[in-house]
């Protein structure tokens, strides 16, 4: 089974300045996906960023970027020039491409952008 | 644009009642999905369907039913709530290239 952990309960960044949230997960396949999901008060799962496993090119949307590491199963997302309509909970995901109805998610990180 | 429509929104419960969350979606995925959310534990899978007539337990089915006779709709009946069902529930819709969530219920069970 799959695995997903994110050790960062909670985190603060002032507005403008660059944060990251880590992700590591476990699993034995070598075909997957992996999302950053943020789920702001309005309670909606918004999908921030995607990874292929089979690329070594890290992600990238506007503000957001990953740094995949591979190897060392980790999937850090990198807020810059953060602004106060980033704050929310953050979940890392992970999907086998054999099976792609089993989201298998972290526990979340609640990011708070202050001013 | 629909994607999935997820209702209701809010639901209180007595324990022992059943209820039905409906979760209808408009895009021709073939699979669907329902996930539980609760404090520092993150989304849960409940039940998946890869498609009309198959579904298939996940992390936490106990307590719960799910049919898939269409496409378009998922839904998940709880048979006999207890206090320990009292969480927020998404539906969800995907395919090879992403997910779609529905907007979520909280449900409370007293």
């Known amino acids: 089974a799959q695995t997903v952990t994110q050790s960062q309960p909670e985190m603060s960044v002032q507005e403008a300045e660059t944060v990251t949230l880590s992700c590591t997960y476990d699993t034995s396949e070598s075909n997957y996906y992996l999302f950053w999901y943020k789920q702001p008060p309005s309670r909606q799962m918004i999908l921030v960023i995607r990874q292929e496993a089979y690329k070594q090119q890290n992600a990238t949307e506007n503000r957001f970027s990953v740094n995949f590491q591979k190897a060392a199963k980790s999937f850090s997302l990198k807020i810059s020039d953060s602004q106060l309509g980033d704050t929310a909970m953050y979940f890392c995901?992970?999907?086998?491409?054999?099976?792609?109805?089993?989201?298998?998610f972290g526990t979340g990180t609640r990011l708070q952008v202050t001013l | 644009n629909a994607g999935v429509t997820q209702t209701p929104k809010f639901q209180v419960l007595k324990t022992g009642q059943s209820m039905t969350l409906q979760c209808a979606q408009d895009m021709n995925h073939e699979y669907m999905s329902w996930y539980r959310q609760d404090p520092g534990m993150g989304l849960r899978l409940i039940h998946y369907s890869v498609g009309a007539g198959i579904t298939d337990q996940g992390e936490v089915p106990n307590g719960y039913n799910v049919s898939r006779s269409t496409t378009e709709d998922f839904p998940l009946r709880l048979l006999s709530a207890a206090p320990s069902q009292t969480s927020v529930y998404f539906c969800?819709?995907?395919?090879?290239?992403?997910?779609?969530f529905g907007s979520g219920t909280r449900l409370t069970v007293v």
């Open positions: 995901a992970f999907v086998n491409t054999g099976t792609a109805s089993k989201l298998t």
């Open positions: 969800a819709s995907s395919n090879i290239y992403g997910y779609t």
